[in-house]
């Protein structure tokens, strides 16, 4: 299993970037994936995790109305719109899946089993 995580780099606040993590070597369509964060001295926490149908979604109140989590199960692929970045909002981000009923906990991610390298994101101020 590999999931590829890319789209990070550095944006000024305000700005926008969008994150695609593409999926190999697991049945794609029937994991939920999730992408969580973890700043420097910080512990990690779940943003946004979307289960296998699409149907259910979950977002970190802080990301609420400026993320968008999605995927293509045709590409075996979830991306991560994000707009209105902050500085808070700088850390490096992973994909990762997991056979999960609905989203799961998306927490800390202790629920996921597959995760990426993951992506340097820094929003200047």
């Known amino acids: 299993v590999q999931l590829q995580a890319s789209g990070g780099g550095s944006v000024q606040a305000g700005g926008s970037l969008r994150l695609s993590c593409a999926a190999s070597g697991l049945a794609f369509r029937y994991h939920s994936i999730g992408w969580f964060r973890q700043a420097p001295g910080k512990e990690r926490e779940g943003v946004a995790c979307?289960?296998?149908?699409?149907?259910?979604?979950y977002y970190a109140t802080s990301v609420k109305g400026r993320f968008t989590i999605s995927r293509d199960n045709a590409k075996n692929t979830v991306y991560l719109q994000m707009n209105s970045l902050k500085p808070e909002d700088t850390a490096v981000y992973y994909c990762?899946?997991?056979?999960?009923?609905?989203?799961?906990?998306?927490?800390?991610?202790?629920?996921?089993?597959?995760w990426g390298q993951g992506t340097q994101v820094t929003v200047s101020s």
């Open positions: 979307m289960s296998s149908s699409g149907g259910s979604t």
């Open positions: 990762a899946a997991a056979l999960l009923l609905g989203t799961g906990p998306c927490r800390s991610g202790k629920e996921y089993d597959y």
